[in-house]
């Protein structure tokens, strides 16, 4: 009897498994950026606002995951002060996607306040994540308010 069809059938159904895991453990983590600071004209042109963090998703019209990414960053930006919130559809700026390197809906930049990428996620992150990613950009009193 010839097992080879099983264990082919059997070692692809466990590497799809495994990058299935690994690519949901890794959806909505905000990653740091280091030294991404040559965007600051093209930021500007998106609408992040100087001297905040702001949190420059993109998104796409049909995007169920942007939809609940959106309300996330919207109510850290409401909730934390010094925090804006910038949402961009993808689909209409082609060219700050090729330039920022998005590859998929929804992403959230996390830009400092002097206008530097400084944080990147990919898929839908809690609101623990995002408010991790921000407050070490906030200054002390700013945390102060947002925790009263």
């Known amino acids: 009897m010839n097992w080879t069809g099983a264990v082919v059938a059997a070692v692809a159904l466990v590497a799809a498994t495994a990058a299935g895991l690994v690519h949901r453990r890794r959806a909505g983590t905000v990653r740091q ?7 600051a004209a093209l930021l500007r042109d998106l609408g992040v606002p100087a001297g905040t963090v702001t949190l420059l998703q993109f998104s796409s019209a049909f995007c169920a995951p942007c939809r609940a990414t959106r309300v996330i960053c919207a109510h850290v930006a409401e909730a934390v002060p010094g ?3 910038v949402e961009i559809d993808a689909e209409s700026r082609l060219e700050a996607v090729r330039a920022l390197d998005i590859w998929r809906t929804p992403t959230v930049l996390v830009i400092d306040a002097t206008g530097r990428i400084a944080g990147r996620a990919q898929g839908t992150p809690t609101r623990a994540q995002v408010m991790a990613a921000v ?3 906030l200054s002390a009193a700013d945390i102060e308010k947002s925790s009263a």
């Open 33 to 39: 950026v280091s030294n991404d600071d040559g965007h």
């Open 83 to 85: 925090v804006a919130h």
């Open 135 to 137: 407050a070490p950009l």
